[in-house]
């Protein structure tokens, strides 16, 4: 079936640092890829997506390009804030016509603490 | 324009009671999904609801049902509560079709003691 690995976490990072957080799935056919973020206290919010290989997707200073041939949606930031400490899990959607259509499937997430 | 909405935000029950939580969609929503999100961890998919029916479901247990009423809004039910099945749980929703822009409620922490 359908799985998302990320990163081990947490990270812990400075003001301003550069940012990456790996993903990488297993999947039959050509699933959607999405990034969602989780603030303390609050529903899980959609960062960005890729709908199909060499997408790049971007919101908010953040990247993600979907690398079919090494099955990885790896998030990255230039420079980081102290408002982007959050939880960020990784997430497909299985393609259109498959059992997974529909539902998605996350990674166990990676806590970010950016300090000043 | 109201987001997803989801009561009560906070619940705790004894082992082998049973709980219902409820949830409202997005304004213009008709998809309705429930994940499961144990602490630490990923949300895990429950079932998704369109049209009243339960249109897929995840890896959970017959113990695990739901409702979806006319008007798009939705109930998840748990039976015989297990001291596991203590999580945050988070409704979805979404237009059909458009499954990739699912929008998430603040969820309904349930503690069973």
């Known amino acids: 079936g359908d799985s998302v690995t990320q990163m081990e976490g947490p990270v812990t990072l400075s003001e301003e640092a550069f940012l990456t957080i790996n993903c990488t799935y297993t999947?039959?056919?050509?699933?959607?890829l999405f990034w969602y973020v989780q603030y303390p206290g609050e529903g899980l919010q959609l960062l960005l997506k890729?709908?199909?290989?060499?997408d790049k997707g971007s919101n908010k200073g953040f990247e993600a390009t979907y690398r079919k041939e090494t099955t990885s949606f790896h998030l990255e930031k230039g420079s980081v804030q102290v408002s982007d400490s959050a939880v960020y899990f990784c997430?497909?959607?299985?393609?259109?016509?498959?059992?997974?259509?529909?539902?998605?499937?996350f990674g166990q997430g990676t806590i970010l603490t950016v300090h000043p | 324009d109201a987001g997803v909405t989801q009561s009560p935000t906070h619940l705790i029950k004894t082992r082998g009671q049973q709980v219902t939580l409820r949830c409202s969609p997005k304004?213009?929503?008709?998809?309705v999904s429930w994940y499961q999100q144990a602490l630490g961890q990923g949300p895990q998919f429950i079932f998704q609801?369109?049209?009243?029916?339960?249109?897929q479901r995840g890896n959970f247990p017959d113990r695990f049902s739901g409702h979806q009423f006319p008007n798009y809004s939705s109930e998840l039910n748990v039976n015989a509560l297990w001291l596991g099945d203590s999580a945050l749980y988070l409704c979805?929703?979404?237009?059909?079709?458009?499954?990739?822009?699912?929008?998430f409620g603040p969820g309904t922490r349930l503690t069973v003691t």
């Open positions: 997430a497909l959607r299985g393609n259109a016509g498959g059992t997974s259509y529909g539902k998605l499937t």
């Open positions: 979805a929703s979404s237009l059909n079709g458009r499954a990739y822009e699912q929008y």
């Open positions: 304004s213009g929503h008709d998809t």
């Open positions: 890729a709908t199909k290989a060499d």
């Open positions: 609801y369109y049209e009243e029916e339960e249109r």
């Open positions: 999947a039959t056919g050509y699933p959607s």
